[in-house]
């Protein structure tokens, strides 16, 4: 039972963070894009305008974008999680 309690606990956490980084990419200005590594001025510019068309709902959705393929969509992901992971460490220190 307990293990049961753990795991679900740590999917949650797993999902809030996921999540809360989506919507910063859904909400993101474009110079804060821009931080995120693979990301210049016209792919920017790009996820700006296709999130107006429809935000994304995962990061496989970033290859809507013009110039995002499968490769760039994954180095987004893991750079925003791992970004989202240091501020959530930052945090509780």
């Known amino acids: 039972m307990f293990k049961k309690i753990i795991t679900g606990l740590l999917f949650l956490a797993a999902t809030s ?7 910063q990419l859904n909400s993101a200005s474009k110079v804060e894009l821009m931080e995120i590594k693979g990301i210049g001025e016209v792919k920017a510019k790009a996820i700006i305008k296709e999130r107006k068309v429809s935000e994304f709902k995962s990061f496989k959705d970033l290859q809507r974008v ?9 180095n987004i992901k893991n750079d925003v999680t791992s970004k989202a992971k240091s501020k959530t460490k930052k945090k509780k220190a």
Do not use: I, P
């Open 66 to 74: 013009k110039g995002v393929g499968k490769a760039t969509a994954e």
């Open 17 to 23: 963070v996921f999540g809360m980084t989506l919507q």
